[in-house]
């Protein structure tokens, strides 16, 4: 099993930048893969960035390719999401998620607020 604690969110001005930290632990397996999601209010979580445990293959929604990057670090057993270029529209909770066939393991999500 995984778990899986998110941190790092805040508030930040457009234009500004945030990285967010999901720090795992517990079992892990070959084909794990983390991603992150996002939920405004009033809106369905959305897909935001995915990356392999075990090759770092990375996928990103339209929406942030170019301006959100995520990477692992496996000393850390930690996996990033660096948020560059934020827009208000980025506004959201962001959660962590990880699994092998789907995401089974969620973390309890941390708030990124983006003024205008």
């Known amino acids: 099993q995984v778990q899986l604690v998110e941190s790092g969110g805040g508030l930040v001005q457009a234009g500004g930048s945030l990285r967010l930290s999901c720090a795992a632990s517990?079992?892990?397996?070959?084909?794990?893969?983390v991603g992150w999601f996002r939920q405004a209010p009033g809106k369905e979580r959305e897909f935001v960035a995915r990356?392999?445990?075990?090759?770092?293959?990375?996928y990103y929604a339209d929406s942030v390719k170019g301006r959100f990057t995520i990477s692992r670090d496996n000393a850390k057993n930690t996996v990033y999401l660096q948020m560059n270029s934020l827009k208000p529209e980025d506004t959201a909770v962001y959660y962590c998620a990880a699994g092998e066939y789907e995401y089974n393991f969620w973390g309890q999500g941390t708030q990124v607020t983006v003024s205008s």
């Open positions: 990356i392999n445990w075990s090759d770092g293959r990375t």
């Open positions: 517990g079992r892990t397996f070959s084909r794990t893969a």
